[in-house]
């Protein structure tokens, strides 16, 4: 059974940063593809970054040049580095663990519980 742990959500203003980490469990992390999502209220959960196993990355247009993410294979971890946070940003973050190796064609798989990010103007 695959368990992902979010952590770093928070408060922050319009323009500051924040780092949002994801810890897997029960799962052949090493050799998948792993992924954040978000979801606003009132709106449908969207694709924000995506990563394979070998590190190559996929962005929603909506980040790119903004949000980086990473991964540590050896500790089965997932990061998103969010810089020059704006208030559309706001919203839940999930973690995703796939069941294919795909950052492009992500497919979604396992989902973290979520963490808040709320970014005031």
């Known amino acids: 059974q695959v368990q992902l742990v979010e952590s770093g959500g928070g408060l922050v203003q319009a323009g500051g940063s924040l780092r949002l980490s994801c810890a897997a469990s029960?799962?052949?992390?090493?050799?998948?593809?792993m992924a954040w999502y978000r979801q606003a209220p009132g709106k449908q959960r969207e694709l924000v970054a995506a990563?394979?196993?070998?590190?190559?990355?996929n962005y929603a247009d909506s980040v790119k040049d903004r949000f980086t993410i990473s991964r540590d294979n050896a500790k089965k971890t997932v990061s998103l580095q969010m810089n020059s946070l704006k208030p559309e940003d706001t919203a839940v973050y999930y973690c995703?663990?796939?069941?294919?190796?795909?950052?492009?064609?992500?497919?979604?798989?396992?989902w973290g519980q979520g963490t808040q990010v709320t970014v005031s103007s």
């Open positions: 029960g799962s052949l992390f090493s050799i998948k593809a």
């Open positions: 995703n663990h796939s069941p294919l190796d795909s950052s492009v064609y992500y497919r979604p798989g396992y």
């Open positions: 990563i394979t196993s070998a590190g190559s990355t």
